[in-house]
C-alpha cells in the first residue's frame, strides 16, 4: 500500500453473499485460516476485549492514524446491516482509538463488531451493549 492513499474512502464497496457469511460463521478462525492456506491470520496479540466475544461478516477496513480516530467516523457512514470494521493504524501505537461512542454509533447502523491492531476503552460497556 501506498502512504499517499490516506484519507482515500471508498463508498463501493463489493460484499459477500449474505449465505456464504452465514455458511462462515459456523466455522473458527482456526479453521477457516487453514482452509485459506493459513496465509492472513492475524498477529498473536489481537484477542477479543471480553471473553465470548465473536463475530463473523464483510470487512469494512480503516486505516488510522496515531492518536487520531477521524477514519472510524468517516468508516461509520459506509457501515452497512451485519458488516465488521476492521481497523489497523499506520504504525505502532496503544492509543484508544475506540470505545462505547462509536460502538452506539456502529450499532445504529447495523455493524457487527470490530478487529483492531490498536487501543480499544470502554470495555465493560462494549460487553454490555454484546459488541465485540
Known sequence: MRLNNLGIVRTKIERPDPADVARLSQF?????HEAMGR?????????????????CGPAVTVLLQPGDNWM???A?????????IVAG????????FFGELLATSLTARGCKGLV????VRDVADLE???FP
Not at 28 to 32: D, E, F, L, R
Not at 76 to 84: I, K, L, W
Not at 89 to 96: A, K, L, P, R
Open 28 to 32: 473458527g478462525v482456526a479453521t477457516i
Open 39 to 55: 496465509v492472513g491470520l492475524l498477529r498473536p496479540y489481537i484477542r477479543p476485549a471480553y471473553t465470548g466475544a465473536k463475530l
Open 72 to 74: 472510524f467516523h468517516v
Open 76 to 84: 461509520a457512514e459506509q457501515v452497512q446491516e451485519g458488516d465488521v
Open 89 to 96: 493504524c499506520t504504525t505502532e501505537s496503544e492509543d484508544g
Open 116 to 119: 483492531i491492531d490498536g487501543g
Open 128 to 130: 454490555k451493549m454484546n
